[in-house]
């Protein structure tokens, strides 16, 4: 599957923009906030609970009233580079690293595969089909040029419909080339999105657009040797499997004609931090 036109790519971000919060089985709309909490040591902490923490909205304290811990369901898409740039030592790691990675979700989670080469493909739909998806791995092959940007913002699209938590995984050297979005869109799509990026770049260079994507979103960007990606992969598949949900009903109201509204998480017990996307765009 090519990856959708400049035309598509602006009727998702519409669609994206439209439905910053999420629903319930109560019909009442939340705004949804996944946060992952950690102590100094970067060692996440597991054993809070909905009072530990506070959530601020444009600096106003926010009433969560709805809290889960590590048990939500989690629709995750595997971004991997395949281009030219990835031959060799890169790709071989790349494709152990994503093993890895599927090895670790459990039997309950949804992912896909999105290749990134000279187009954005989906060359295994979002399944729990762990078989298929770690022979899609291994069939990897090095082709063409790196769209990265337009794969960003085409995950977004397909993980739109998705269930619970929705997470973008990209692995590549992190250099862009002949992608029609440009760094400011991808940021855009993910500014606008329920979607945790986790960007990871084994190449010498890391793009500033991957760390704010990051940021944005309250993932976490990573810029390491080839050789420690089985590594980082576990870490990030650990992280996604203990996150917090933190549910409330907006003061103000959940419409608000489509502008940027700022979230703020923080959590009481000394000596941890916390990371949460940084806002969310209002309904109009």
Do not use: C
């Amino acid at each position: 599957m090519r990856a959708p036109s400049r035309i598509a790519i602006v009727l998702g971000l519409a669609a994206v923009s439209s439905t910053a919060a999420g629903q319930f089985s109560t019909g009442v709309h939340l705004v949804e906030v996944y946060a992952t909490a950690a102590d100094a040591r970067g060692r996440l902490v597991t054993d809070l609970v909905a009072d530990d923490f506070v959530v601020r909205e444009d600096g106003e304290v926010q009433a969560v009233t709805a809290f889960a811990a590590g048990d939500v369901s989690l629709s995750v898409a595997l971004s991997i580079d395949h281009s030219w740039s990835m031959a060799g030592e890169r790709l071989r790691m790349a494709q152990s690293a994503a093993h890895v990675f599927l090895g670790q979700l459990r039997p309950t989670d949804d992912a896909m595969l999105i290749g990134v080469s000279s187009d954005v493909e989906v060359l295994a739909r979002l399944s729990r089909d762990r078989v298929r998806q770690h022979e899609v791995v291994e069939s990897l092959a090095t082709w063409g040029t790196t769209r990265l940007y337009d794969s960003v913002i085409a995950a977004v699209g397909y993980l739109y419909d998705t269930r619970g938590r929705r997470a973008l995984v990209i692995l590549s050297d992190g250099s862009d080339r002949y992608s029609d979005a440009t760094a400011e869109d991808a940021l855009r799509a993910v500014r606008a999105a329920e979607v945790l990026v986790y960007p990871v770049v084994v190449g010498p260079t890391a793009p500033a657009a991957f760390s704010e994507l990051a940021r944005l979103s309250g993932g976490r960007a990573f810029h390491v040797e080839a050789r420690k990606l089985s590594t980082i992969f576990r870490d990030i598949a650990h992280e996604l499997r203990h996150q917090y949900l933190l549910g409330y009903i907006p003061r103000k109201g959940i419409s608000g004609g489509g502008e940027w509204r700022r979230i703020e998480v923080e959590v009481k017990r000394p000596g941890v931090h916390v990371r949460a996307r940084e806002g969310y765009v209002a309904r109009q």
